[in-house]
């Protein structure tokens, strides 16, 4: 491409107030619609990773919960136990009705069951005393003071009975140290309860959170898909329908009304290159008409042309059957010979000025007739160069027609939202097809054109084949007149001698005669074969006025004449 070419391009690729449009391609447009859809789902799929890690925290905090709260109830059933196991050691040392092996029995089952109990007690205490609460910590601290006081107590009680001293345990009172307990370990409980509700109240609120995000994520990037689709839509619709519009008034015949490029894409470079076709269009067609024109404004001068050259014909006819009389009377009267010579030889001069002039004007008619030759087969290349503008048009057309197969295929794969689009894509198809059929017909028209051009070039070279026979005739009369004067001279010194030459005479005027008539046939065949080239022209330029193709205001173009 040149650099005026590229110029123009860059020129062509504004927007109605003059600025120049960003390189938009209809791939970049319709992937805006998917992208922000993919954006949303990024989003949305952050958020949801986000939300459950939360969730999973919160979750994994309420089993924790769970867990310590099972635990603090574990520890409470087993502090029962201790009480009531230490409850029986007594009432086993203090009894008087079990004999001394049941007792020994019943004391070594007991002691293990306040060992085994005091065991998990601490173990549950230990693993409480890492929970961190406001609450919680200080009454498991409470707890595990008073239980070391209880099972000190309790390990004494222990050795008395089994020491045998079974009075002296039972007088150890460990009531207050069990009350403490069996009231500090259900606030233990209730605590971690508390704790464990909150943990799932938090879950809720996570999840419930999570899910209006991703609700109002997903409506934010609905509007903004839908809106974008919506522009996009709008632009393409636009843009379709201005080309259409366009390429409708060209299958008419008006080549002024140009498509609008309202974006710098695919269907933006179709609308400026259907701009730039009609513009080389319309300087075709006007340098068409204006040649058109020329041809007609030469073939009615060379009809005119021939019509004076007929009318030389016809006086030079009427002169020769003059001097074909006064022969006639030579020869009866040899007294008047000197008299009709006279006469004769004044007529042979005008014969001879007529012959001259009929010779000029035929050599004029063979100049206007090459002219109008070189004139007609301009017509005809004007008449194959539109027909090359016409086949870019109909490549256009077809490249259109592609360009809407491959929008719709893109609009199948968008889903619903390539609907619309494949819609107008239909319809950019559906115009491409009619400016194919408005382009053959354009086609057939040039056809015919070309044909009337062939026609008018081979009857511009019959006409000057036609004067070239004439301006022949004429030389030829040039020449007889030229010795019809010799004779004429030689009877004005010899009135023998004319009466000797007068049959000659009546004999070249005879020929002379024959020739004008001959002549007269010619230019008549010459004047027929010009106004049908004044119809041929006329015709063909009618044709081409049938076409718009001149701007209102504006005169870039040829006048449509």
Do not use: C, W
């Not at 609308?271 to 058109?292: F, I």
């Amino acid at each position: 491409m040149s650099d005026a070419a590229v110029k123009k391009a860059d020129k062509a690729r504004v927007n109605a107030k003059g600025k120049k449009m960003p390189r938009l391609p209809l791939v970049v447009q319709i992937g805006a619609i998917g992208a922000s859809g993919v954006a949303g789902l990024l989003v949305m799929l952050l958020i949801f990773v986000v939300g459950v890690r939360f969730y999973g925290n919160s979750t994994r905090d309420f089993v924790v919960e769970q867990t310590q709260v099972e635990s603090a109830q574990a520890l409470h059933y087993d502090m029962t136990r201790l009480i009531a196991a230490e409850r029986e050691l007594k009432r086993i040392g203090t009894s008087q009705t079990i004999s001394p092996a049941e007792r020994e029995a019943s004391i070594k089952a007991t002691t293990e069951d306040v060992n085994h109990f005091m065991e998990l007690t601490d173990q549950r205490l230990e693993e409480m005393s890492k929970i961190d609460d406001q609450v919680v910590t200080p009454l498991v601290a409470q707890a595990t003071d008073v239980m070391k006081k209880f099972e000190a107590e309790v390990t004494k009680i222990t050795e008395l009975v089994n020491q045998g001293k079974g009075e002296e345990a039972a007088a150890i009172d460990v009531l207050d140290q069990g009350k403490q307990l069996s009231d500090l370990v259900p606030q233990i409980v209730n605590g971690l309860e508390s704790k464990m509700d909150a943990a799932t109240e938090q879950s809720e609120t996570v999840a419930t959170v999570v899910l209006i995000v991703m609700a109002v994520v997903y409506l934010v990037v609905l509007t903004i898909a839908l809106l974008i689709g919506v522009f996009v839509r709008r632009i393409l619709r636009k843009t379709v329908a201005n080309t259409g519009d366009s390429i409708e008034s060209l299958s008419k015949g008006d080549m002024t009304d140009e498509a609008e490029m309202l974006m710098n894409d695919e269907l933006g470079d179709i609308a400026m290159k259907l701009n730039e076709s009609l513009a080389n269009l319309r300087q075709v067609v006007g340098s068409a008409a204006a040649t058109a024109q020329k041809v007609n404004s030469v073939a009615k001068a060379v009809g005119d042309g021939i019509d004076e050259g007929h009318k030389e014909t016809e006086e030079v006819i009427t002169q020769t059957q003059v001097v074909a009389g006064a022969a006639g009377d030579v020869t009866q009267s040899i007294q008047t010979v000197a008299a009709g010579a006279e006469e004769m030889g004044a007529s042979i001069r005008e014969i001879s000025s007529n012959a001259n002039e009929a010779a000029r004007v035929a050599g004029e008619a063979t100049e206007v007739a090459q002219r109008t030759s070189e004139t007609v087969s301009k017509l005809g290349v004007s008449s194959r160069e539109i027909g090359d503008v016409v086949n870019t048009i109909t490549a256009i057309a077809e490249q259109t027609n592609l360009l809407a197969l491959n929008a719709t295929i893109e609009a199948a794969r968008a889903g619903d939202a390539g609907k619309g689009f494949a819609v107008v894509a239909g319809e950019v198809k559906d115009l491409a097809q009619e400016t194919g059929k408005a382009t053959d017909d354009i086609t057939a028209k040039i056809t015919a054109i070309q044909a009337d051009t062939d026609g008018a070039v081979a009857a511009i070279e019959k006409i000057s084949d036609i004067i070239n026979q004439i301006n022949n005739y004429q030389t030829t009369i040039a020449a007889a007149v030229e010795e019809q004067t010799a004779t004429t001279n030689e009877m004005s010194r010899s009135v023998a001698e004319a009466a000797t030459g007068s049959a000659s005479i009546a004999e070249t005027i005879s020929q002379y005669q024959q020739i004008a008539q001959e002549a007269g046939k010619g230019v008549e065949t010459l004047q027929h074969a010009s106004d049908e080239l004044v119809e041929a022209s006329q015709g063909m330029y009618d044709n081409i006025s049938l076409l718009v193709y001149e701007k209102k205001g504006k005169s870039d173009d040829l006048p449509n004449a």
